[in-house]
């Protein structure tokens, strides 16, 4: 397992931008999720180790970009045009098991996770 650290939650308004950060070393297929209250937690987006191949919910195309910096360690998240129902608590998480493809997407399917950064997204 590794360990995993995200920042860049807060409170934003509708339309705005945040830009989620994950710490996490080593090589690892690496994802977003989030929760909602009252809701299971969805897949959000994920990517592989060398960047060069990504995954985003369909909720989130168009808004949501995931990338990574190799040399920093970091797995980003940038959200753009951000929605209410967007407010969630977001969740970093790492894998080195499997395809990357549709068991990344699978919450199952990842071995470590972070404690979670809350993003709200007032109207």
């Known amino acids: 397992q590794v360990q995993l650290v995200e920042s860049g939650g807060g409170l934003v308004q509708a339309g705005g931008s945040l830009r989620l950060s994950c710490a996490a070393s080593?090589?690892?297929?690496m994802g977003w999720f989030r929760q909602a209250p009252g809701k299971e937690r969805e897949f959000v987006a994920s990517?592989?180790?060398?960047?060069?191949?990504?995954s985003l919910a369909d909720s989130v195309k168009g808004r949501f970009t995931i990338s990574r910096d190799n040399a920093k360690n970091t797995v980003y998240l940038e959200m753009n045009s951000l929605k209410p129902e967007d407010t969630a608590v977001y969740y970093c998480a790492a894998t080195k098991q499997g395809l990357f493809g549709s068991f990344t997407r699978l919450a199952s399917s990842y071995t470590s996770w972070g404690q979670g950064t809350q993003v709200l997204v007032s109207a």
């Open positions: 990517i592989n180790w060398n960047g060069d191949r990504t």
């Open positions: 080593g090589r690892y297929y």
